[in-house]
């Protein structure tokens, strides 16, 4: 096993919605994409008073690409025009193949707008090869419960095990990409050596807490660009932490983004916003 080294450190810059707590460390200013993970929005952690209007995130369309919705505090509702309904409680994900067009909502539940609390959601792009940008849609929510747990190092390191496999044990998701996808829980002191086979795109950012990568330390907040000089990444927690750590083959397209459509070419944009604009999304 050779650990791969760290490239460069990308902070999250804030980028507030409202009242909403917003740091997206991609797209920055240093990285334009880990192909093919294109976007990720960290909101929260933050406490929202009784009575609030929660999330802001009513209905809007979606079509070329995945999101994979991690719900850290708090609730999240999920609406979408394919009649996929959900409440995914803390410790859940959303996983969602916006495929060739897709309407959704996700808004905070009303027993969370009615009690208010702390609420933390972390939103991934995962972009789609051309061959399957307009498959159909679907959608997976899972409570905690349903996602697999890999206890490390003494109980010092808790991998929750969203899609792929790891030592043998399958994730609660299958990827149509082969992603691997997974959230890591690590105690002050634990440490983990995640593989990360070559020419594979590694996705490492800190949530929270402080650590060390490939012997590098590295704050909360920040996105780890990796080389691709080995076959795994060591990861050492220096304090309480937690991580979401993934990897997928590079798709290697043209990648032509507009709002919520990423497709490969200018006219392939034009065509989603004229098939939303016809109804075609549900």
Do not use: C
Not at 105 to 119: C, D, N, Q, Y
Not at 168 to 184: D, K, Q, W
Not at 188 to 216: C, D, H, K, N, Q
């Amino acid at each position: 096993m050779r650990l791969r080294t760290v490239k460069a450190l990308h902070a999250a810059l804030r980028d507030d919605i409202g009242d909403l707590v917003t740091r997206r460390p991609l797209p920055g200013p240093g990285v334009e994409q880990v192909d093919p993970f294109l976007f990720l929005n960290h909101h929260g952690p933050q406490t929202y008073p009784p009575g609030s209007s929660g999330l802001p995130f009513g209905p809007h369309p979606h079509r070329g690409f995945e999101t994979v919705t991690f719900i850290l505090e708090g609730s999240l509702a999920h609406y979408d025009s394919g009649g996929h309904e959900s409440v995914i409680e803390a410790g859940g994900v959303q996983w969602m193949t916006a495929g060739s067009g897709l309407v959704h909502a996700e808004v905070s539940p009303e027993a969370f707008k009615r009690a208010g609390g702390p609420m933390e959601i972390l939103q991934l792009w995962v972009n789609l090869p051309a061959r399957l940008k307009m498959t159909a849609p679907a959608y997976t929510g899972l409570q905690r419960a349903d996602i697999p747990t890999l206890s490390r190092d003494d109980g010092r390191v808790t991998v929750n095990l969203i899609a792929g496999e790891l030592e043998g044990e399958a994730g609660a998701m299958r990827s149509l990409t082969g992603v691997f996808m997974s959230t890591v829980e690590l105690q002050a002191g634990g440490r983990i050596a995640m593989p990360a086979p070559a020419r594979r795109s590694v996705f490492l950012y800190v949530v929270r807490g402080e650590l060390r990568v490939g012997g590098t330390a590295v704050e909360g907040f920040r996105l780890v660009e990796l080389n691709d000089d080995g076959d795994a990444v060591g990861i050492e927690a220096t304090s309480d932490a937690v991580v979401l750590f993934g990897h997928a083959d590079p798709i290697g397209e043209p990648v032509v983004a507009h709002g919520p459509f990423v497709m490969t070419t200018r006219e392939e944009i034009v065509q989603a916003i004229r098939d939303y604009q016809a109804g075609k999304f549900g």
